[in-house]
């Protein structure tokens, strides 16, 4: 079916798939050739994609889509079969009470990526701020193992702003320089959400659609707690949150371009 709404929407390139179904140039092609699975996100984002209108068309993709993971029967007549998310799940999590165990983890888990990673940066403090070493090294690692593996990593930045929709001096100079650095870039992208609470977020990392890791900021900005859940049905429910905010943000370039210059 997706190969002949392909063909319907005039056969678009696969290239052009990349970037909104999150994920590489070969996982793509995959995924339109029905030789792997597409996450919910991402048939949603097909559908959009490939203009198709809320019809027979549409409502059958999703039907088979809820058939394959078990969540619809298969003969409309016979009984519903049981949700599998009704039942408890046990899934591998560590918890981080160190700031340092959490970023060498964090680094690692990047390193060891074979498709994507989805990060969010959302915090009232460039990475700049931050005097940890680890930190320090995983935020170096990010750009430079999309830039080494040509695997794609989407980035959201939550800019703290003011009552005037501007961001604070030292976030501006960061966003000016992180620009500059990953501009040229293919791989990596990132978005920009104006950030008006004066609180950081709950931070994620999605890596490969089945592992995240999960910060959580206190008082002292030095000092994080986190965890790591390794779970594709939890990754697939993050998943859905990280692309309303992917979504809602814009390139970081046309930001730096719409916002008052310094």
């Not at 319907?8 to 390139?13: C, L, M, Q, S």
């Not at 949603?44 to 409502?59: I, Q, T, Y």
């Not at 690692?141 to 001096?169: F, H, K, S, Y």
Request: some cysteine.
């Amino acid at each position: 079916m997706l190969q002949e709404l392909r063909l319907r929407a005039g056969n678009p390139p696969i290239k052009s798939f990349v970037t909104p179904l999150g994920t590489n140039r070969n996982a793509a092609a995959q995924i339109l050739k029905g030789k792997r699975l597409p996450t919910h996100p991402q048939l949603a984002a097909l559908l959009v994609k490939l203009d198709v209108p809320r019809s027979e068309h549409s409502d059958r993709l999703i039907g088979l889509w809820e058939q394959i993971h078990g969540l619809a029967p298969a003969n409309p007549s016979s009984a519903p079969l049981a949700r599998p998310d009704c039942a408890d799940e046990t899934v591998p999590t560590t918890y981080f009470d160190s700031t340092s165990d959490f970023y060498s983890s964090l680094e690692a888990g990047v390193v060891r990526a074979r498709e994507l990673v989805r990060v969010t940066y959302i915090r009232q403090s460039p990475p700049t701020r931050y005097a940890n070493q680890a930190a320090t090294s995983y935020f170096q690692r990010l750009v430079a193992w999309a830039a080494e593996t040509q695997l794609p990593v989407n980035r959201v930045i939550g800019a703290p702003v003011g009552a005037d929709g501007q961001p604070e001096d030292e976030f501006f100079d960061w966003l000016e320089e992180h620009q500059r650095h990953t501009r040229d870039f293919t791989t990596y992208e990132s978005r920009v959400v104006p950030w008006s609470v004066g609180a950081d977020a709950i931070n994620m990392a999605l890596i490969d659609d089945k592992i995240a890791f999960l910060t959580f900021s206190g008082m002292n900005a030095q000092i994080l707690h986190g965890v790591r859940i390794e779970s594709r049905r939890f990754v697939e429910r993050l998943t859905e949150y990280f692309m309303q905010l992917w979504y809602s943000g814009v390139p970081l370039n046309t930001y730096l371009k719409k916002i008052s210059p310094r």
